[in-house]
């Protein structure tokens, strides 16, 4: 059974950093494409970014490119999204999720998914 737990979200002013993580247990982070993921309150869910199985293709949501960056880290079979820049609606919780097959955008072809982190930027 694959078990993703998130932390390190919070409350931070805008222009500010956070590092949410992922930590993924019963099988490797290397078997899945890794994806985080939005959901804003009254809001659908959102692609954020990708990373790739092998970790060298990484996709981000336009509103996102430039200021967020996915990255792992095999060893501790983490994943991380490093948040810079941070502006009000980028307010969300979010979400890391697994999917056993290629980098994708959308929510229903991730199969595991952890219960969420919130982060709230305010102005």
């Known amino acids: 059974q694959v078990q993703l737990v998130e932390s390190g979200g919070g409350l931070v002013q805008a222009g500010g950093s956070l590092r949410p993580s992922c930590v993924v247990s019963?099988?490797?982070?290397?078997?899945?494409?890794m994806g985080w993921f939005r959901q804003a309150p009254g809001k659908e869910r959102e692609f954020v970014a990708v990373i790739s199985r092998n970790g060298y293709i990484r996709n981000y949501a336009d509103s996102v490119k430039g200021r967020f960056t996915i990255s792992r880290d095999t060893a501790k079979n983490t994943v991380f999204l490093q948040m810079n820049s941070l502006k009000p609606e980028d307010t969300a919780v979010y979400y890391c999720a697994a999917t056993r097959g290629l980098t994708s955008r959308k929510s229903n072809e991730y199969d595991y998914w952890g219960q969420g982190t919130q982060v709230t930027v305010s102005s």
């Open positions: 019963g099988r490797s982070v290397s078997n899945y494409a």
